[in-house]
């Protein structure tokens, strides 16, 4: 069993984060806006999704765009504006490292900043490329361990461990304490790219496009050039230097190569036909408000139009 980043222990609300973060969100849209531009298709899933943030960027192509993430306290919270703003989302309160949906079933999806909260990347990897159809375009956002001011820390403190490959588990302080409460250890991890790179790869999920955000991430620097300029200058650094490891983030562009099984492709448009039992992958019978599992028995609620199928 992994832990999970629980956002309801604390009634966390994630919306207050991006509150004075107009660089950030614009510098992430910027990517997803052209990685999503000509791509279409059925489900498409947006894992850790929370209140939308970026529906926006991949609405347009997809007929059944999926919210899913563990928080159904968010999920509950923000439904009718979602509803209202894109009502062909669903949302579905499930757990990222046990997913409720058949395999092969997903035609493509993105992870934004919730790596972080996964301490085993390798089993979240494996259960999405499970889901994913065979040529799924997914694209997965981390924070970048080898970023350039964490590259000079280490260097003055001589700390030469800190360029192995490990993911570094990050100290959490007043401003990236997202989702637990101040002085409880949360799960904060930064990756090192190549890490992530052999992981997903492990998983056949393979790196079409590496693409570097959040360049000037830095409060003086906000305050010296405004978000517009900011951004600006974003959009040149993410053409010229997306190579390097400089910054805090990175979004790398998939494709998942996996063996044809025609047998297991679903190509159903119903939601209910492609859930299925988190726990062992099982048919699943519907009623209105439950769905129970044909094979372990295992029953999951639905409450206000949302799906609790979270399992640890
Ligand atoms: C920092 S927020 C990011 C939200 C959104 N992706 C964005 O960029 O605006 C992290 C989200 O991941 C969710 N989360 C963390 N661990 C998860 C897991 N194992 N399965 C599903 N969701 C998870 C949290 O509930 C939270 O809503
Ligand atoms: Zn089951």
């Given at each position: 069993?992994?832990?999970?980043?629980?956002?309801?222990?604390?009634?966390?609300d994630?919306?207050?984060?991006?509150?004075?973060?107009?660089?950030?969100?614009?510098?992430?849209?910027?990517?997803?806006?052209?990685?999503?531009?000509?791509?279409?298709?059925?489900?498409?899933?947006?894992?850790?999704?929370?209140?939308?943030?970026?529906?926006?960027?991949?609405?347009?192509?997809?007929?059944?765009?999926?919210?899913?993430?563990?928080?159904?306290?968010?999920?509950?919270?923000?439904?009718?504006?979602?509803?209202?703003?894109?009502?062909?989302?669903?949302?579905?309160?499930?757990?990222?490292?046990?997913?409720?949906?058949?395999?092969?079933?997903i035609?493509?999806?993105?992870?934004?900043?919730?790596l972080?909260?996964?301490?085993?990347?390798e089993d979240?990897?494996?259960?999405?490329?499970?889901?994913?159809?065979?040529?799924?375009?997914?694209v997965?956002?981390?924070?970048?361990?080898?970023h350039?001011?964490?590259?000079?820390?280490a260097?003055?403190?001589?700390?030469?461990?800190?360029?192995?490959?490990?993911?570094?588990?990050?100290?959490?302080t007043?401003?990236?304490?997202?989702?637990?409460?101040?002085?409880?250890?949360?799960?904060?991890?930064?990756?090192?790219?190549?890490?992530?790179?052999?992981?997903?790869?492990?998983?056949?999920?393979?790196?079409?496009?590496?693409?570097?955000?959040?360049?000037?991430?830095?409060?003086?620097?906000?305050?010296?050039?405004?978000?517009?300029?900011?951004?600006?200058?974003?959009?040149?650094?993410?053409?010229?230097?997306?190579?390097?490891?400089?910054p805090p983030?990175?979004f790398?562009?998939?494709?998942?190569?996996?063996?044809?099984?025609?047998?297991?492709i679903?190509?159903?448009?119903?939601?209910e036909?492609?859930?299925?039992c988190?726990?062992?992958?099982?048919k699943?019978?519907?009623?209105?408000?439950?769905?129970?599992?044909?094979h372990?028995k295992?029953t999951?609620?639905?409450?206000k139009d949302?799906?609790?199928?979270?399992?640890m």
């Open positions: 069993m992994n832990d999970v980043a629980d956002y309801d222990l604390f009634d966390y994630y919306s207050t984060y991006w509150k004075n973060r107009v660089y950030e969100n614009n510098s992430e849209k910027l990517i997803l806006n052209k990685e999503f531009k000509d791509k279409k298709g059925t489900f498409f899933l947006d894992i850790g999704g929370s209140y939308g943030r970026l529906t926006d960027t991949y609405y347009k192509g997809y007929s059944h765009p999926i919210i899913m993430d563990y928080s159904l306290k968010t999920l509950q919270k923000n439904k009718d504006v979602i509803k209202k703003k894109y009502p062909n989302t669903e949302l579905i309160a499930a757990n990222a490292y046990k997913m409720p949906f058949a395999t092969s079933s035609d493509a999806g993105l992870m934004v900043r919730v972080h909260h996964i301490e085993k990347p979240y990897f494996k259960e999405s490329a499970r889901v994913f159809k065979k040529d799924a375009f997914y997965q956002e981390f924070a970048n361990k080898m350039l001011k964490a590259v000079i820390r260097v003055c403190k001589l700390d030469f461990k800190f360029f192995s490959k490990e993911p570094y588990n990050h100290p959490l007043r401003s990236n304490a997202e989702g637990t409460d101040q002085g409880i250890a949360g799960i904060f991890y930064n990756f090192h790219p190549e890490d992530v790179k052999e992981k997903m790869e492990k998983c056949g999920f393979i790196i079409t496009k590496k693409t570097g955000c959040s360049f000037f991430r830095m409060q003086s620097l906000k305050k010296i050039f405004g978000d517009n300029t900011l951004l600006q200058m974003e959009k040149v650094q993410q053409k010229l230097l997306s190579w390097t490891n400089i983030s990175i790398y562009s998939t494709t998942l190569k996996k063996k044809n099984n025609d047998k297991l679903n190509n159903s448009e119903k939601l036909d492609i859930l299925v988190p726990e062992c992958k099982g699943l019978n519907f009623t209105e408000k439950e769905a129970t599992c044909t372990c295992h999951y609620k639905k409450e949302i799906w609790d199928f979270r399992i």
